[in-house]
């Protein structure tokens, strides 16, 4: 499973998603649709700590970081390196 599709069923399975998982795409914005909050967001960033062995600090919260799926992954493979 890719960095991407981890992330994806995460907010599918854990964050209630109700629109149709093949809306969800790479770049669908999950912030500006309401697909995840600020609480939806503290989550995402716990799963990717545990999920990917990263540390997310303070200087990655920003919208940017969680605007889409592609993003957050972005974050996630930025701070493995």
């Known amino acids: 499973m890719t960095t991407q599709e981890a992330i994806k ?3 599918i399975d854990q964050l209630d998603y109700r629109g149709s998982p093949n809306d969800l795409t790479a ?3 999950l912030i500006d649709r ?3 909050d600020s ?11 545990d999920e ?3 540390e997310v600090g ?4 920003v919208v940017d970081n ?3 799926i592609e993003a957050i992954a972005t974050m ?4 493995q390196s």
Do not use: C, H, K
């Open 34 to 36: 309401e697909a995840i």
């Open 76 to 79: 996630v493979e930025r701070n």
């Open 9 to 11: 069923a995460f907010i």
């Open 52 to 54: 990917f062995g990263v």
């Open 58 to 61: 303070d200087e990655d919260l």
């Open 66 to 68: 969680f605007a889409s």
């Open 39 to 49: 609480m939806g967001i503290l989550q995402i960033v716990g799963f990717v700590e």
């Open 27 to 29: 770049t669908y914005p």
